[in-house]
């Protein structure tokens, strides 16, 4: 198994480049010989026979650029278990999947999808961080818990949906208490939540009681705004026709807007920071932020890996071209020798 199969390709094209080049250097240097003089004179003029010392270092020089060529496919081993070590926090991504969610009202695109980005686009500016998820609307659906595995947290990630939680709604406070159960808080572990909606919430009193409790067991809650301050129309399917449907009121369509007047109190209160979602500058913004939170070093967890082989082939190829330049095109005399010690 290879990691970059592709160059393959370039390997098979080079052993075929080699045939052919070793076929014509052979070649040439028999025309060569048989041009200057015939076998019997050859032998001797020459006093011994014609060596294949030339030969050797062009199959040695060649052989070890193919194994080069197999180190650059990077060749796989057996999948290994490997300890973490380093400093890390536990980071929590409690992600708004309300229906307001589709409203596609940031730069075209549904708060949503911009969600997922932002938070795809601040995993690349984190370090050897336990990663978690929490999907939530009127209730909460753990996603993926606590794993230093940021492909497994993605594909998670790709899968949020508003169709997930059949009760609607914003439900922020339920979002922070979910996501403060996912930490241990009896081992020392740098703990952070970072929590994207659009900020629609109503039980206001069962929220301040969240806040209080984050504060208290001093887990700061980043808080991220998705939308606009003027709104969209909330889209609920599509017809037949494929024609998109809105939510109505009474005739009316409903209007969804930003509301970060909680997500700011929210942030503000646990000793965090407020983020606007308007582009890709503010997933950089949010790991800068991240960034600046003490992390506290471990040496436990671990990870699957897959154990790399190409050492094997580099090492390999770099001996080849050290016993070829070892190897002296000259034919030894009892009165002089070309020994590769006089080279060094």
């Known amino acids: 198994?290879?990691?970059?199969?592709?160059?393959?390709?370039?390997?098979?094209?080079?052993l075929g480049w080699?045939?052919?080049?070793?076929?014509?250097?052979?070649?040439?240097?028999?025309?060569?010989r048989a041009a200057f003089a015939s076998a019997p004179m050859l032998g001797r003029i020459a006093g011994h026979q014609p060596t294949r010392r030339p030969l050797i270092k062009w199959v040695l020089i060649v052989t070890a650029l193919l194994l080069f060529g197999l180190a650059l496919a990077r060749p796989q081993g057996d999948v290994v278990e490997e300890a973490v070590l380093g400093q890390a926090l536990d980071l929590v991504v409690a992600l708004d999947v309300s229906q307001s969610m589709l409203a596609p009202d940031?730069?075209?695109?549904?708060?949503?999808?911009?969600?997922?980005?932002l938070v795809a686009k601040m995993?690349?500016?984190?370090?050897?961080?336990?990663?978690?998820?929490?999907?939530?609307?009127?209730?909460?659906?753990?996603q993926c818990p606590l794993t230093l595995d940021k492909n497994a947290f993605l594909t998670f990630?790709?899968?949020?949906?508003?169709?997930?939680?059949?009760?609607?709604?914003?439900?922020l406070a339920g979002a922070i208490e979910t996501a403060l159960d996912r930490f241990d808080f009896t081992a020392s572990q740098s703990r952070v939540i970072v929590l994207i909606s659009d900020g629609e919430d109503q039980d206001k009193a069962r929220l301040d009681r969240?806040?209080?409790?984050?504060?208290?067991?001093?887990?700061?809650?980043?808080?991220?705004?998705?939308?606009?301050?003027?709104?969209?129309?909330?889209?609920?399917?599509?017809?037949?026709?494929?024609?998109?449907?809105?939510?109505?009121?009474r005739g009316e369509r409903v209007v969804t807007r930003l509301d970060d007047t909680l997500l700011k109190k929210i942030a503000r209160e646990t000793g965090a920071k407020y983020f606007r979602a308007s582009d890709v500058s503010t997933a950089n913004e949010v790991a800068a932020g991240l960034g600046g939170i003490k992390r506290i070093a471990i040496a436990g967890g671990t990870r699957l890996t897959t154990r790399e082989l190409y050492a094997m082939p580099l090492l390999a190829?770099?001996?080849?071209?050290?016993?070829?330049?070892m190897i002296s095109e000259r034919i030894p005399y009892a009165r002089e020798k070309d020994h590769w010690l006089k080279r060094i």
Not at 107 to 113: F, P, V
């Open 1 to 14: 198994m290879f990691r970059e199969p592709h160059t393959l390709w370039l390997l098979v094209l080079a």
């Open 18 to 32: 080699a045939v052919l080049l070793i076929g014509v250097l052979v070649s040439d240097l028999r025309r060569r």
């Open 106 to 117: 940031v730069e075209g695109n549904n708060r949503l999808h911009v969600a997922r980005f």
């Open 123 to 142: 995993l690349e500016g984190l370090r050897q961080d336990r990663l978690g998820l929490i999907a939530f609307a009127g209730d909460t659906m753990v």
């Open 157 to 171: 990630l790709e899968r949020v949906d508003p169709s997930l939680l059949t009760k609607q709604g914003t439900n």
């Open 210 to 249: 969240a806040v209080a409790e984050a504060k208290r067991k001093q887990v700061p809650v980043f808080t991220v705004g998705i939308g606009s301050k003027e709104g969209s129309y909330l889209p609920v399917g599509r017809d037949v026709w494929g024609t998109i449907q809105y939510k109505t009121w």
């Open 317 to 325: 190829g770099f001996l080849l071209l050290l016993l070829e330049w």
